[in-house]
């Protein structure tokens, strides 16, 4: 890089890619938003005017490959992951593209591929969470044996509604995949084994979306998790782990954010979507990023393209269980 500055551009201007554009702008030191792209123009300008003014493209493989950007942060939908990071890649710009890599195996194995080849630059996943204070203490202390070997991990994520298009397959793909990456990462040890449920009422509902799931992982530690999926909870986003070992048990840490109302009957507050739970998470991720792709140390919290493939395999695993009725499906090599 040349420049003093990192000159990130930002594909996708939804609420992921605006929220990214504005954390930049407001909390990380070394870059500064150089352009915001999305077919949608309207919504990349209001994202690029609360980013410091950046210049806007309908275009988001013109941004890629801009010579005003030496980085990319690719936020647009996630079928257009692997076609976006290759151009990035091709152009010499670090990348972080927010999870998942891609819907499928096969188009997160090709953006791998990519980023793989000799020379090419920095590239990083969008799994925040190993940013997120609370699940780094939790890490440390299963790390370090405070609670002696692993037995069992319980993951709740739960959130307010699904978001446009949702279906079954895509509650894995683009939901629990932030669990499909956590619990190795957590127990330094690999999902080698999946089965998918759902309770009976979500099974004769929405054909479409089948919501809440339940996957359960075997990994090669012996532990067993449990992984609730719930998108349409209605009473707010929901994050909770919890690690059970042969010498103890550990919370996963919230932030103190308690709240009471009026009336006295809530006691805690929650938010209506991730971004408010998981604000430092993002944050630390992209600071992480930026400092990286200045040419300082990586930090191995980042996630790398290897790892977002790990993820995809157990997603893929977890979807063949869920077209197979819930049988236990072994996580490819």
Avoid at 31 to 40: E, F, I, K, N, S
Wanted: aromatic residues 4%.
């Amino acid at each position: 890089m040349t420049h003093d500055v990192l000159r990130v551009g930002v594909v996708g201007a939804g609420v992921m890619g605006a929220d990214h554009a504005r954390t930049l702008h407001r909390s990380v030191s070394g870059a500064v938003v150089a352009a915001v792209a999305d077919p949608d123009t309207a919504r990349a300008a209001a994202a690029a005017a609360d980013a410091g003014g950046a210049r806007v493209s309908a275009d988001p493989a013109e941004v890629c490959a801009a010579d005003d950007v030496d980085a990319v942060v690719i936020a647009s939908p996630d079928a257009t992951h692997p076609a976006l990071a290759a151009a990035a890649l091709a152009a010499g710009k670090a990348v972080l593209c927010e999870k998942p890599l891609a819907p499928t195996l096969e188009g997160a194995l090709e953006v791998a591929a990519a980023a793989a080849a000799p020379g090419a630059p920095l590239f990083a996943v969008g799994f925040m969470r190993r940013f997120d204070p609370g699940y780094a203490v939790l890490r440390e202390a299963v790390r370090e044996g405070r609670l002696g070997e692993p037995r069992l991990v319980h993951h709740v994520s739960r959130g307010v509604a699904p978001g446009p298009g949702a279906t079954s397959e895509s509650s894995v793909t683009g939901s629990a995949v932030h669990d499909l990456d956590v619990v190795p990462w957590l127990l330094g040890s690999a999902v080698v084994e999946v089965s998918w449920h759902a309770p009976a009422a979500a099974l004769a509902g929405d054909p479409v979306l089948v919501d809440p799931q339940q996957l359960l992982l075997r990994t090669a530690d012996g532990a067993l998790t449990t992984v609730e999926v719930f998108l349409a909870a209605r009473y707010g986003y929901d994050v909770r782990c919890e690690v059970v070992g042969s010498a103890g048990a550990a919370v996963l840490p919230v932030p103190a954010r308690l709240q009471v109302d009026a009336d006295l009957r809530r006691a805690r507050a929650y938010d209506a979507d991730w971004r408010p739970r998981f604000a430092d998470a993002y944050r630390l991720e992209l600071q992480a990023w930026v400092d990286a792709a200045r040419g300082g140390p990586v930090d191995p919290a980042l996630a790398t393209a290897a790892d977002g493939v790990a993820a995809q395999r157990v997603a893929a695993a977890a979807i063949a269980s869920m077209r197979a009725g819930g049988a236990w499906r072994e996580v490819g090599a």
